[in-house]
């Protein structure tokens, strides 16, 4: 298995209540369900304030390398990083358990 972990840090001046962003944070909601490859998923928004802290959190986990490319090149997937690309940056660990 494969543990894909992404952290999600809003762009200064962007808040999570713009529309956009709920949308965005929406669409990676549904994902779990939208692609078979993911065996595990769940995803929120921070609850900590200090300073180091990312905003938004995905916790994910595939069977293998393959599962994970797959789920990378899904259209949801690529549906979904596209809305956020357009206010925030990120980070990714994969890593095998």
Known sequence: MIRHLVL???????SRDEPRV?????AFAELGGLIP???FWECAWNISDRPIAYDF???SAVQDADALKRYLEHPAHQAAVGQWSEFATWVIADYPF
């Open 8 to 14: 999600f840090k809003l762009n200064r001046g962007v």
């Open 22 to 26: 709920v949308a965005s944070a929406e």
């Open 37 to 39: 490859e993911t065996e």
């Open 57 to 59: 959190a995905i916790n």
